[in-house]
């Protein structure tokens, strides 16, 4: 009898745990978009590897940037578990997108949408003197177990437009502020093509924690995140990132890079970004 109700305990206990602080393995990863002239690391030789590189560190939510239709359909195809939620730059739903995977059996979906980083984010379009077409895609879930809201915004900055970077670091910190206006957990992640230095990650680092600043382990593997798929350099700048909202609800257990390779390539010219992530209640 004691034993049963010592068993009653812990599971109580364990529950109460679990609801006062969820855990989420986050990842932010740009994929390289298909393109014939990548030769010998264009998608069609590189997309098993690569699929096969998410489904063993088994993130629950995951955002990709340069991906093309067919590559999200590769990724689903691959990866059955997770629902999908992003739209092509281009119109008609075409071109490169900033999606969000989630795995569906965990996850609610309450709210969705995608922006474009210009004057006009509501219509297809292209900012400032952006060379592209650019998007912020985002999603607000519910934790089934727990029931805890959560957003996460993955985006993918301009690589040339000065004005455009600095005006779209702008627009997504003022969305945030109009959309999340119950100050729930928020995770901010892409391909921002700009280093830590920067004052336009400065300008994020104001409102907004870098995840590999405040992990409570320390960061594993390189600090570069971009490696051009050359396999024999080390891998320095660092332009992909995990930021979380400044408002005490989301921690950092751990952060890391991940640099596998398989027969001497890698799954893509930039290397998945990690964080587990804790929300407290």
Known sequence: ????????????????????????????????????SDGENRWELRKDFFVSQIDFFNPDVFGVQEALPNQIKDIESGLKKYTVIGLGREN????ESSSIFF?????????????????TPEKVSR????????????????????????????????????????????LILDKIKQINKSNLPLVLLGDFNLLPSDERIQMIKKEMLDSRDVSEKEPFGSEGTFNGFNYNKPATERIDYIFLLNNNKLKVNKYAVF????????????????????IEK
Not at 6 to 35: E, P
Not at 103 to 117: A, D, G, P
Not at 141 to 156: P, R
């Open 259 to 278: 640099n596998e390779s398989k027969n001497l390539k890698y799954a893509s010219d930039h290397f998945p970004v990690y964080a587990e992530l804790k």
């Open 103 to 119: 795995k569906t059996e965990k996850f609610q979906l309450i709210e969705q949408n995608t922006f474009w980083l210009s004057e």
């Open 1 to 36: 009898m004691k034993k049963q109700v010592c068993y009653i305990i812990f599971l109580f206990m364990t529950n109460i745990l679990v609801f006062y602080c969820q855990s989420f393995k986050m990842m932010t990863y740009n994929i390289r978009l298909d393109i014939e």
């Open 92 to 95: 008609g739903n075409t071109g």
């Open 127 to 170: 900012g400032w003197d952006a060379a592209c077409n650019r998007v912020c895609t985002y999603v607000l879930l519910k934790d089934k177990k727990s029931k805890t809201n959560f957003y996460v915004f993955n985006t993918h900055l301009d690589h040339m437009g000065e004005i455009a970077r600095k005006n779209s670091v702008k």
